[in-house]
């Protein structure tokens, strides 16, 4: 039974993506700039959100290059931006400001991290 779960275990690790060294992630490919990341934000979140009329947005930064990742999944490069939005949630009241990340690349949103806390690290100070 041991050699049975072993080897079951050495299987699912070898799948391990890990994390980019400095190197690769200054090599890596973070796809085109995104020139019109304003209108991408405004319209991943009118997908999102119970209320999308209501969003009220203080602020969108500009991006900058970026990857997220973990070691099982591997990283996702593209250029994150921090949009701090304000909407409605599904009993018509507003829920307060809050700062979202969003990871961009060739004008998609790839990666959505709610408050921009990426487990426990804030990536929008």
């Given amino acids: 039974m041991k050699i049975k779960y072993g080897a079951l275990l050495a299987f699912t690790l070898s799948g391990c993506a890990g994390l980019p060294s ?9 796809g085109s700039y995104p020139s019109s990341y304003e209108s991408v934000v ?15 947005y203080r602020g969108i930064t500009s991006p900058k290059k970026w990857w997220l990742g973990n070691r099982i999944d591997g990283a996702k490069y593209g250029y994150l931006v921090c949009a701090t ?16 990340a969003l990871l ?22």
């Fill in 85 to 100: 939005s304000n909407a409605k949630n599904s009993f018509g009241a507003y829920t307060g400001y809050s700062t979202d």
């Fill in 42 to 56: 405004k319209k991943y979140f009118e997908y999102t959100l119970k209320d999308p009329d209501s969003v009220q």
């Fill in 104 to 125: 961009i690349r060739n004008d998609t949103v790839i990666q959505f991290v709610s408050k921009g806390d990426w487990w426990g690290k804030p990536l929008c100070s």
């Fill in 22 to 30: 400095q190197e690769e992630a200054a090599r890596a490919d973070y």
